[in-house]
């Protein structure tokens, strides 16, 4: 795990691996309580480097606690950015999404996940969108997923949208739309697994009809 978050991974790494319930995207926030003890060997681990950083991917079944799990083989690379270490070993952190990467192999769970990976950057489209026609199309996706946001409070969800907190990168844009509009892991998944920005978009405006006319019609309002 050497080098700056800015640098990309090499073609292998040997990566800590911190399974999850959930999905995290690049620039989502994750914010995670350690206690088990091979958790708290990852951790020691992990801040042992100039970059603390370590893979996140997606269990698809089983637990988080305890191991034995099925994971995903794409995640994300996550960066810690604050940390609170308690005097028994547990620990509070928060880290942050930094980009795709994918699992080449699992190593054994010995003393915590391993796994060998790659990065894992949006392949070459055959429509690609320029910069310009990704920004209109998000920018016309905003409104739904403040539309969705505001549908799932009125049932009791948590949630706010800061569209002054968007990037203008529009891949990290799209991400943060997804993280922001009340999605369910597996669709944040397939988000994260979109092959280019193109698919990833389009996906994400189907994801948001789904759910806006699901909420609407859970609120009794008129489709």
């Not at 637990?63 to 994971?71: L, M, N, T």
């Not at 891949?171 to 920005?197: E, F, H, K, V």
Request: hydrophobic share 40%; charged share 25%.
């Amino acid at each position: 795990m050497n080098g700056s978050g800015a640098d990309r991974l090499p073609l292998w790494s040997e990566m800590p691996m911190f399974p999850l319930g959930g999905v995290l995207l690049p620039g989502m926030a994750l914010p995670l309580r350690i206690f088990e003890p091979r958790y708290q060997v990852l951790l020691d681990t992990v801040l042992a480097h100039a970059e603390p950083q370590f893979g996140s991917v997606m269990i698809e079944r089983g637990s988080e606690v305890g191991g034995g799990e099925v994971r995903t083989d794409v995640g994300c690379l996550a960066r810690i950015e604050h940390i609170r270490r308690q005097r028994d070993g547990s620990a509070t952190l928060l880290a942050v999404g930094t980009r795709r990467i994918r699992v080449l192999d699992w190593l054994p769970d010995d003393p915590f996940p391993r796994a060998q990976v790659i990065d894992a950057p949006d392949v070459p489209s055959g429509r690609p969108l320029t910069v310009r026609a990704a920004m209109k199309q998000l920018r016309s996706l905003e409104s739904l997923t403040q539309e969705t946001v505001d549908l799932a409070r009125e049932l009791g969800a948590d949630g706010i949208f800061r569209h002054d907190l968007l990037d203008d990168e529009p891949t990290l844009r799209c991400y943060q739309l997804a993280t922001a509009a009340p999605l369910g892991a597996l669709d944040r998944l397939n988000i994260l697994r979109a092959p280019d920005l193109a698919t990833r978009v389009d996906l994400l405006g189907s994801l948001l009809d789904d759910q806006r006319l699901i909420l609407r019609a859970e609120l009794g309002r008129p489709l």
